[in-house]
């Protein structure tokens, strides 16, 4: 890795980038910025068999940044929440609610999973801007985790599950 950093670095100062370019350039803020991922919030997402969506926070066009905020609330530190609370919890937020990001993000995701964090492969990682419902009225949110044998998956869970610090709520940074 070291070696292939020196190569890069002697071939960019070879074309006239000095030390202060150099730091400029990789930095990670700039990195994503050099081509942009915009991910489309209004469309529909994904919606799983059997379930309808119940609502869906439609954000515009959204920048993908890598370093997207995981949150864990202060309760879910402590101990599991089950999801209509913890939900309860993160929109009563100032401007949480809006910065919660939908099931189109996690959809995008699905299809460019090179762009998932390397921090999230131990997580659950919850998309709480939609949320679902079944033919019976009850409510469901998608997340996206790691199997060991099929790679990054979809997962919708109850929101009468239990969410703890392993189930964090993905939000717009």
């Known amino acids: 890795m070291l070696e292939t950093l020196i ?17 400029e350039l990789i930095r990670p803020e700039n990195l994503y910025n050099i081509r942009p991922v915009i991910i489309n919030c209004t469309v529909p997402p994904l919606v799983p068999t059997g379930l309808s969506i119940k609502s869906h926070q439609e954000s515009g066009d959204w920048r993908w940044n890598p370093r997207t905020f995981l949150l864990v609330t202060k309760d879910q ?6 999801g209509v609370d913890l939900l309860e919890d993160l929109t009563n937020q100032p401007l ?8 189109c993000v996690l959809d995008y995701l699905l299809t460019h999973q090179n762009l998932i964090p390397e921090s999230w492969r131990s997580l659950e990682v ?12 009850n409510q469901f949110v998608r997340s996206l ?5 099929h790679g990054w998956r979809s997962n919708c869970i109850s929101m ?7 189930r964090p709520a993905a939000i717009s940074s």
């Open 160 to 166: 009468f599950s239990k969410f703890d610090a392993k």
């Open 126 to 137: 919850i998309f709480w801007g939609t949320i679902y419902e079944d033919g019976n009225k």
């Open 96 to 103: 949480l609610d809006t910065w919660l990001l939908n099931a």
């Open 77 to 82: 530190k402590e101990f599991s929440l089950e």
């Open 7 to 23: 190569k890069w670095t002697q071939a960019f100062q070879t074309v006239g980038f000095s030390a202060a370019d150099m730091d």
């Open 145 to 149: 985790y790691l199997d060991a044998v």
